[in-house]
């Protein structure tokens, strides 16, 4: 079952003093905030002493976070199985953590969590379970393809709580939400890394906003994500509604995809919005949208540390966004205004006002900027993983020379 692709090791025999061997097992490698990290993760430890291995329960054939990993020569290996209770699967799981003898395996999302609890231990791997979302009851699954929901909370909070070698955070509000679950173990906070944004010319930015807005000379807002009922697109599609009342000549511009793109579209057209409102798909070139638009909304409902809103603050992006997850301790005052969840009319009161005070906007833009480049810098977020990697493998490595 086990399927290796991309470009693989050099053969070289390695000195496990110089190098840690570190695998990332993930559901899939699709589009989200957690599968992009790993490729951030892949270009950041081309400089440091890491030996990266991408793990996925899924078939990763195809795709832009496949593609680029495969790109960097990351070796991806891919055990796609049916569900959570696919015997084969894990077999295969456990044979290639025997095989391959990673100093450390670290999971993310909860298929994964609930697996390499049980493989590490059958196999003797120190292994790392990250929580990226606040969200941690069954309800977080609502609505979603689970067929046992509430068994895959339980096993998911078994496994934090007593399978794991260490639970990971990736923001303060993350770890807070998961306190009680873990039954008192310490959670390890390491925020998100982003990393530099794009950079576009005077010609290629114009090019860019008229391919993106109807009405390329006024403000453009721009909003990433998947598709689905966590991101809260509908309650910005109403809320643009709102603005566009105020403010007829800005245009918003939503970049992804998922289940309720049908949904958003007849919203859009029920509203009148057609001309005011584009939905992009999925992109691979997010960083140059980013750096071609104005402001920056999320609509969330829930949330962990969202690498698109650091992605934004780093391409130089006011923003406005919800108080839910860890937004509020990023978008802090100076950067951006948040609101509470599921209340378009105060969210599109907080566009307007951004809208309305360019000069405040070109500030808010300027502060976000220099906060990325201090506090979620991929030199930092590098540093505590491979201090978190020393400390569960008992291994220390020195830099490559």
């Known amino acids: 079952m086990e399927r290796v692709a991309g470009i693989g090791r050099n053969g070289m025999e390695r000195d496990d003093r110089m190098t840690l061997r570190v695998a990332q097992l993930l559901p899939t490698l699709g589009v989200g905030g957690a599968e992009k990290l790993q490729v951030t993760l892949a270009i950041a430890a081309r400089e440091r002493p890491l030996d990266v291995t991408m793990i996925v329960l899924a078939d990763a054939t195809s795709g832009s976070v496949p593609d680029a990993l495969?790109?960097?020569?990351?070796?991806?290996?891919?055990?796609?199985?049916?569900?959570?209770?696919?015997?084969?699967?894990?077999?295969?799981?456990?044979?290639?953590?025997?095989?391959?003898?990673?100093?450390?395996?670290?999971?993310?999302?909860?298929?994964?969590?609930?697996?390499?609890?049980?493989?590490?231990?059958?196999?003797?791997?120190?292994?790392?379970?990250?929580?990226?979302s606040v969200d941690g009851s069954p309800l977080f699954y609502r609505g979603q393809p689970p067929r046992f929901p509430l068994a895959r909370w339980v096993f998911e909070t078994l496994a934090l709580r007593f399978g794991v070698s260490r639970v990971v955070a990736v923001g303060h509000g993350v770890a807070a939400a998961h306190a009680r679950r873990v039954g008192g173990r310490k959670i390890e906070v390491i925020p998100?890394?982003?990393?530099?944004?794009a950079r576009l010319t005077t010609t290629e930015r114009v090019e860019l906003r008229r391919e993106l807005s109807s009405n390329p000379s006024g403000p453009l807002v721009i909003s990433?994500?998947?598709?689905?009922?966590?991101?809260?697109?509908?309650?910005?599609?109403?809320?643009?509604?709102?603005?566009?009342?105020?403010?007829?000549?800005?245009?918003?511009?939503?970049?992804?995809?998922?289940?309720?793109?049908?949904?958003?579209?007849s919203r859009i057209v029920a509203l009148g919005l057609d001309d005011i409102v584009r939905l992009a798909g999925s992109r691979n070139d997010v960083p140059r949208l980013l750096a071609a638009a104005d402001l920056y909304v999320s609509a969330s409902h829930w949330e962990g540390l969202p690498i698109s809103i650091l992605e934004a603050m780093?391409?130089?992006?006011p923003?406005?966004?919800?108080?839910?997850?860890?937004?509020?301790?990023?978008?802090?005052?100076?950067?951006?205004?948040?609101?509470?969840?599921?209340?378009?009319?105060?969210?599109?009161?907080?566009?307007?006002?951004?809208?309305?005070?360019?000069?405040?906007?070109?500030?808010?833009?300027?502060?976000?900027?220099?906060?990325?480049?201090?506090?979620?810098?991929?030199?930092?977020?590098?540093?505590?993983?491979?201090?978190?990697?020393?400390?569960?493998?008992?291994?220390?490595?020195r830099p490559r020379v």
């Open 70 to 132: 495969r790109t960097l020569g990351v070796q991806v290996v891919e055990l796609p199985g049916r569900n959570l209770r696919d015997v084969r699967r894990f077999r295969s799981l456990v044979q290639h953590l025997n095989d391959a003898r990673y100093d450390v395996v670290q999971s993310h999302l909860t298929t994964a969590n609930i697996l390499v609890a049980v493989a590490g231990r059958l196999t003797s791997t120190p292994t790392i379970a990250t929580l990226h």
């Open 192 to 197: 998100n890394a982003v990393m530099p944004s």
């Open 224 to 265: 990433v994500g998947r598709v689905v009922a966590a991101k809260g697109f509908h309650d910005l599609i109403d809320a643009f509604a709102r603005v566009a009342v105020d403010r007829p000549d800005a245009r918003l511009v939503v970049v992804g995809d998922g289940s309720l793109r049908r949904d958003l579209e």
């Open 314 to 317: 780093s391409a130089g992006l």
């Open 319 to 397: 923003v406005v966004g919800t108080q839910v997850g860890d937004v509020p301790q990023v978008v802090v005052p100076g950067t951006g205004t948040v609101v509470p969840p599921g209340r378009p009319e105060l969210l599109a009161s907080a566009i307007v006002d951004m809208l309305n005070d360019p000069v405040r906007m070109q500030a808010a833009g300027r502060t976000a900027r220099c906060q990325t480049e201090q506090a979620y810098a991929l030199d930092v977020w590098m540093d505590r993983l491979i201090v978190l990697y020393e400390d569960v493998s008992g291994t220390r490595v």
